[in-house]
């Protein structure tokens, strides 16, 4: 206790607190908006927040209020190289079971990024290269994230993004996705009908509980996945998805 209560470690736990309200308000933020998520006097904020700067870890734009820093790329793509690389025997498991194609993926600012991937043995399987990022609102994995948002946070983020059309299949109007948001969270479960790619689905589910945004999906042809497919499969996935959120939270 006496540790937490030194100036340093407090230093330290409010200089992370104020880059994920930067992370929460979408990337930029000024003093009083991070004054009023945070409950910090202004002329702490402005300490911490200089010293960020001075590292690189945040930067003040020319109208004069503050965004994420570029080194945090490099953390962030590190971290993510890390949590694909342990997290693919757990996706190996999963395509033995259910015989198509798992990934992993996370929500990085207001994109998803794919961090891993287990293709199946079908000759006719879905590719996603690790490493690509798309908007959330037309994927299973991104929808399975959003789910999981409050939905303040999730109408802010897709305002921020709108909603392009990918296919003819993609939800592109906010309150039929906000909606569809709502059957997702009941249910447990996401599904991408065609919406990033016509003739494939993907189901998807979060990881509950872990420290970052991120879900877990299984995609193939519609024609495998049939809807009785979806059912059996599901139970797997949701096994899997509590496996990883377990091990994230003890790395």
Not at 81 to 109: C, I, K, M, S, Y
Not at 200 to 215: E, F, K, N, Q, T
Not at 225 to 235: D, G, K, M, Q
Request: include cysteine; aromatic fraction near 4%; hydrophobic fraction near 45%.
């Amino acid at each position: 206790m006496a540790l937490e209560s030194t100036g340093g470690v407090q230093s330290l736990r409010r200089a992370f607190d104020l880059l994920e309200k930067l992370a929460d308000a979408g990337g930029e933020a000024g003093l009083s908006e991070l004054a009023a998520a945070s409950g910090l006097p202004l002329p702490t904020i402005h300490r911490l927040i200089r010293t960020l700067v001075t590292l690189g870890y945040v930067r003040q734009n020319s109208n004069r209020r503050y965004a994420l820093g570029s080194r945090l790329i490099r953390l962030g793509e590190s971290a993510s190289r890390q949590f694909g690389t342990w997290a693919r025997p757990f996706l190996a498991e999963l395509v033995e079971v259910v015989e198509e194609t798992a990934n992993l993926a996370v929500l990085d600012g207001d994109e998803v990024v794919y961090v891993a991937q287990v293709p199946s043995r079908h000759s006719m399987r879905m590719f996603t290269e690790v490493g690509r990022r798309v908007l959330p609102h037309g994927t299973g994995v991104g929808k399975a994230i959003l789910a999981q948002l409050p939905r303040a946070e999730a109408r802010a983020l897709l305002a921020r993004t709108g909603l392009p059309a990918v296919t003819p299949n993609t939800i592109t109007d906010v309150g039929e996705l906000l909606a569809a948001l709502d059957r997702i969270a009941e249910r447990g479960y996401a599904l991408d009908e065609g919406e990033q790619e016509l003739g494939v689905r993907c189901i998807a589910v979060p990881l509950p509980g872990a420290p970052a945004r991120a879900a877990v999906s299984v995609s193939g042809p519609e024609g495998r996945l049939t809807e009785e497919a979806v059912h059996r499969i599901v139970p797997e996935m949701v096994a899997v998805a509590r496996r990883l959120s377990d091990r994230a939270t003890l790395a």
